[in-house]
């Protein structure tokens, strides 16, 4: 794959312009991250991926299974900032990214805008510390066009989810859909996210199942419900 994308200019010219790639499941490791990285910046300016997914694969270890997050951050920012004219759609569950890779995509991201449609960071343990620092990137304007955000099983508290309710009611976000099932918000999130589906002109499905809400965080949501085409996901854990 590293090398078709190396050869993009040719392809692109016999309208074989590579668009959409699933690489998911598939034991890549930082060195593989590596080399996609290294062959999307050589060819910047003939590279046509719109889909990259890369879901369930070692992206945080290298080639000998120990950690290595700094190539790892390195290797996502080259990628994200070479495929930002591009690249709609970005699928990197279950990678083991953490708050360091969510950090860095999110430092590349408000530099140099891109124009992502949907992103899925489920189950990598971002955290609240990961969950401001995506806030703060929609603050900022870094996704401006992001409308689907997945952030599923991620280890996301009460904490985390006002600070993305606060990216959510932010001029600058264009979020419809947010995904925050399996994870561990209680009531004062829920509340939180309740006043984000009130005050955003956008936001219209919010997926809240396998939390540890309760009666009050499921009151404050229910008040939103009247909300025209609003769609409200509250299941319970287990």
Avoid: M
């Avoid at 945080?60 to 997050?69: I, K, Q, T, V, Y």
């Avoid at 990598?124 to 806030?135: C, E, Q, R, V």
């Amino acid at each position: 794959v590293a090398s078709y994308i190396s050869a993009e200019g040719k392809h692109a010219g016999n309208g074989q312009a590579l668009r959409h790639v699933n690489l998911s499941a598939n034991s890549i490791g930082s060195s593989g991250l590596a080399a996609l990285a290294a062959a999307a910046t050589a060819t910047s300016s003939g590279c046509h991926l719109e889909t990259c997914i890369l879901s369930t694969n070692p992206l945080a270890e290298d080639d000998g299974n120990r950690s290595a997050p700094n190539g790892t951050t390195k290797s996502l920012t080259s990628l994200v900032q070479a495929l930002h004219a591009t690249l709609r759609t970005l699928e990197i569950a279950g990678c083991g990214l953490g708050r360091q890779g969510t950090g860095a995509l999110a430092a590349a991201w408000a530099k140099q805008p891109v124009g992502l449609t949907s992103l899925d960071l489920s189950k990598n343990g971002i955290g609240n510390g990961g969950a401001t620092t995506l806030a703060n990137l929609l603050v900022g304007g870094g996704c401006p066009h992001l409308v689907t955000l997945s952030l599923a099983s991620n280890e996301i508290g009460d904490a985390g989810a006002a600070q993305l309710a606060r990216g959510a009611r932010a001029e600058a976000c264009q979020l419809r859909e947010l995904d925050l099932g399996d994870n561990r918000i209680g009531d004062d999130g829920a509340i939180a996210l309740s006043l984000a589906l009130d005050a955003s002109a956008g936001l219209v499905q919010l997926h809240h199942s396998s939390n540890a809400i309760g009666a009050a965080g499921a009151e404050a949501i229910a008040r939103r419900i009247p909300k025209p085409h609003l769609l409200v996901e509250l299941r319970p854990a287990g």
